[in-house]
Nanobody, 128 residues
């Protein structure tokens, strides 16, 4: 299983980025997918997840109202639209999945996803 996060970059405060998570040799459909981030010197933080049925999602408080997770099973991809970015959002962002987890609406479910497969992250830098 290979997951790849992409779409990171340098953005000014208040700006937006859309991250993508794609998979090789693995069908993301039917699995819950989570987005996590880790800032320098900080612990990993669970940001958001989407269930196999795209209508069920979870957002950490830091993401609520600013980030939107979505999925396109036809493209075997999951996305994280990030708006109103601030310097505190600077981190390496990762996507992850656990084939045993189909439903994700809680932080506890994200902990279970974290025990699965991870992809390489993408760096998001928010700075003026």
């Amino acid at each position: 299983v290979q997951l790849q996060a992409s779409g990171g970059g340098l953005v000014q405060p208040g700006g937006s980025l859309k991250l993508s998570c794609t998979a090789s040799g693995f069908n993301l459909a039917g699995k819950a997918i989570g987005w996590f981030r880790q800032a320098p010197g900080k612990e990993r933080e669970a940001i958001s997840c989407v269930s196999s049925t795209a209508g069920s999602t979870y957002y950490a408080d830091s993401a609520k109202g600013r980030f939107t997770i979505s999925r396109d099973n036809a493209k075997n991809s999951v996305y994280l639209q990030m708006n109103s970015l601030n310097p505190e959002d600077t981190a390496v962002y990762y996507c992850a999945t656990n084939p045993s987890i189909f439903f994700c609406t809680t932080a506890q479910a994200m902990d279970l996803i974290a025990g699965g497969y991870w992809g390489q992250g993408t760096l998001v830098t928010v700075s003026s």
